[in-house]
């Protein structure tokens, strides 16, 4: 499946709360409500309502970047579901072809089949019959079964970095810590490799990888007959101990780390 297991697990623990204001085209609002049959009369224009609270739908497809504060998307449920997610800078590529991944690419095509939508309006979103939730908070790069997955040192890190978990998340996945200089300050961030047909030997919790060691190798466990590395980054919560984070699925709880677009932090190709 081209399902996102581990994002559900972060948004569906993502709280509600009063929204910044976004900016939103009247036409889009109105044509947005008229076709879920919602009742918007009780919300300010730009938001719907959504049991006692009003969310936001968020900014235009191909307009100006969503700025950081939390989106919302619609849930197979019916549901709005409200989250935070850091959007791509304006200073990074948009195209996926300027990056470099942990898995191979073809020099000139773009090695992304499915990017990350999580800044894009609801019905912008990805979804479709065979996926279980709503939106993409990562890369997936489709690669033939076996073909090796190797650490990316991201732009600015300032040490090796760290396993955290290797075991089921997005199928057979590995986590791993890295330590930025970003602003003065060191921020830390998790990547996850998803979808590992196995994971390399030694590659455990405490274990310390440099760039272009082996990880794993892509599969399609947890997304049966679509071999692919899904590739998320988070930043994790200031104050967060994520060497004591133990469990795989808390290491994507949104109080724990915030999805973040991949771009802001990959090296450059
Ligand atoms: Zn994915």
Redesign the pocket.
């Known amino acids: 499946m081209?399902?996102?297991m581990g994002?559900a697990a972060c948004l569906l623990g993502a709280s509600r709360r009063p929204l910044d204001p976004v900016h939103v085209p009247v036409a889009t609002a109105a044509a947005a409500s008229a076709t879920r049959g919602l009742d918007d009369a009780a919300c300010p224009e730009g938001t719907v309502p959504d049991g006692d609270v009003c969310v936001h739908l968020s900014a235009e497809v191909d307009g100006p970047l969503a700025p950081a504060v939390p989106n919302a998307h619609r849930e197979r449920s019916g549901r709005w579901n409200a989250y935070e997610q850091i959007p791509r800078l304006p200073d990074r590529p948009a195209a996926y072809e300027a990056y470099r991944y942990p898995v191979p690419k073809v020099a000139g095509t773009n090695p992304v089949a499915?990017g990350y939508d999580l800044d894009r309006p609801d019905e912008a979103q990805r979804r479709g019959r065979r996926l279980t939730h709503v939106g993409?908070?990562?890369?997936?790069l489709p690669q033939p079964r076996g073909t090796p997955v190797r650490l990316v040192a991201l732009e600015h890190q300032l040490a090796d970095a760290e396993v955290l978990y290797a075991g089921p998340l997005?199928g057979t996945t590995v986590v791993t810590r890295h330590v930025l200089k970003e602003g003065g300050r060191d921020l830390e961030y998790v990547v996850l490799f998803?979808?590992l047909s196995s994971i390399a030997p030694g590659v455990a919790p405490g274990r310390t990888l440099k760039d272009g060691d082996l990880v794993g190798e892509v599969g399609d466990t947890g997304?049966a007959g679509f071999p692919?590395?899904?590739?998320?980054i988070r930043r994790a919560r200031e104050g967060v101990d994520l060497g004591r984070v133990h469990a795989g699925a808390r290491l994507v709880a949104e109080d724990v780390s915030v999805v973040m677009d991949p771009r802001n932090v990959l090296p450059l190709d």
């Open positions: 081209w399902a996102t994002l499915s993409h908070g990562g890369v997936d997005f998803g979808h997304s692919h590395l899904h590739l998320e």
